[in-house]
Each structure stands twice: as C-alpha cells, then as structure tokens.
C-alpha cells in the first residue's frame, strides 16, 4: 500500500498533466503544411506541385515500392460524391454511436486507474496520460518483486 501511496502524489499528476509531456512525440502539424504530397484512395502519392501545370488527363503518382515518378494516363476525373440526407443521418447516428463507447471507455479508465483527491473529472489525455504512468508503475513492481 505504501508504493501506491507514493504513485498518487500531486507530482505524478502535475508529471501527466503537464503540456510538455507531449513533446515526446514527432510533431507532425509543421511537417504537414510543408509536404507537397498527397495520396489518392489506391495510396499513391501525386506531386501537388505539377498537378497544375499538368494537362487534365496525366496525373504524376510515386511508386509506393520505388518512389519514382509514374504517369498515369487517362485518368477520369473523380465524381462529386452526393450525400443524401438519410445517408447523413446515417452518419451521424453511427457517430454518436462510436462517440458514446468511446466515453464509456474512457469513463471505465478513469475508474480503473488510481487517483487522489481531485475536485474535477480527468481529461481524456490525462487519463491516458496517468494511465501509463500506472501500467509503467505497476510493470515495474512486477519485475522488482
């Protein structure tokens, strides 16, 4: 009992709830707004930069396997997809479908993992955050025992 005392001290909470804790991942928001590159639904890559220059039947795309350019020609023009309004109400019923399991897994989280005193619900990152913070905590008193 005395370990998980010290695991739910204000420090680990300021630790998992500290903006900086992220600046562990890559940040892939600078990368994207100077990427020249966009992929088409088979995967491939096509060079946005000569798309304009290019007549309207020749597209260039990368070889996923090589990376050199290809030209892929005759290429129809994609249709603007038309969305009616049962296949949106469709959509957004499966939305709040998907949205209300993903809270109902984070409110079963939140209740899994250990927290001190604390006046206001976690936050989604935060109980993700804290929630490796245990697994890391709990893995290390497995192996150390």
């Known amino acids: 009992m005395d370990m998980q005392r010290s695991f739910l001290s204000p420090s680990v909470f300021d630790l998992v709830s500290d903006v900086e804790f992220m600046e562990l991942m890559p940040n892939k928001s600078a990368q994207a707004s100077n990427e020249t590159h966009s992929t088409d639904g088979n995967g491939l890559y096509q060079d946005l930069t000569s798309i304009s220059t290019a007549p309207t039947d020749y597209f260039y795309a990368l070889s996923p396997s090589t990376g050199s350019p290809e030209i892929a020609v005759n290429m129809k023009p994609k249709r603007k997809r038309v969305i009616s309004t049962v296949q949106r109400q469709a959509a957004n019923i499966r939305e709040?479908?998907?949205?209300?399991?993903?809270?109902?897994?984070?409110?079963?989280?939140?209740?899994?993992?250990?927290?001190?005193?604390?006046?206001?619900?976690?936050?989604?990152?935060?109980?993700?955050?804290?929630?490796?913070?245990?697994?890391?905590?709990?893995?290390?008193?497995?192996e150390n025992s």
């Open 96 to 142: 709040r479908k998907r949205m209300f399991s993903l809270n109902e897994a984070f409110d079963r989280l939140r209740r899994r993992v250990p927290t001190f005193a604390y006046e206001k619900r976690l936050s989604r990152i935060e109980t993700l955050r804290l929630a490796i913070v245990y697994i890391a905590f709990m893995t290390d008193i497995l």
